[in-house]
């Protein structure tokens, strides 16, 4: 079994994924936190590149990307993120272990959830404005050419 530590395995993996999105048969809708576009877990230049990339998916007619600002009052705090697979099953992913959730009562607590998320996030040019600032920031906090 190889592991995987080749990171142009990895990457050449997540595009796989990614090729998902660009189906017009599928609809797809995200939310999340101004505080998630701004987390360093990578290179800044890493970084910069996937904040381009959502700029591009919240483009797509298939997808709808809603992006909560800092000064938004929430009404529900979201303590975790997870994935609502329709009405089916809901995948919530901890430190520890992946939990796929597929009782209906649990499936309608994050649809629920859900629902109050996205009701308070900024979507369109809105949604791309907070994306543009987070690159802003970042891209001033990189050290300029010839420094």
Known sequence: MKLPHDIDEAV???????????????????????AALRFLLCEP???LG??????????????????IGFGTRYA????????????E??????ISAALDLRQ??????YANAFEQLAT???????ARAIINRATDDLA???????E
Not at 50 to 67: A, C, E, I, K, W
Not at 89 to 94: A, I, P, S
């Open 12 to 34: 050449r993996k997540r595009i796989q994924r990614q090729e998902i999105l660009y189906r017009s048969d599928k609809r797809f809708h995200f939310v999340l936190t101004e």
């Open 76 to 87: 529900t705090a979201p303590w975790h993120g997870f994935w609502l697979y329709d009405d």
């Open 50 to 67: 996937q904040l381009d990339r959502l700029v591009s998916f919240s483009q797509l007619p298939n997808v709808r990307l809603g992006v």
């Open 104 to 109: 209906p009562q649990e499936i309608e607590l």
């Open 45 to 47: 230049e890493v970084m």
């Open 120 to 126: 308070v996030a900024s979507y369109g040019r809105s």
């Open 140 to 146: 001033q906090s990189l050290p300029q050419n010839g």
């Open 89 to 94: 099953r809901v995948l919530v992913e901890t």
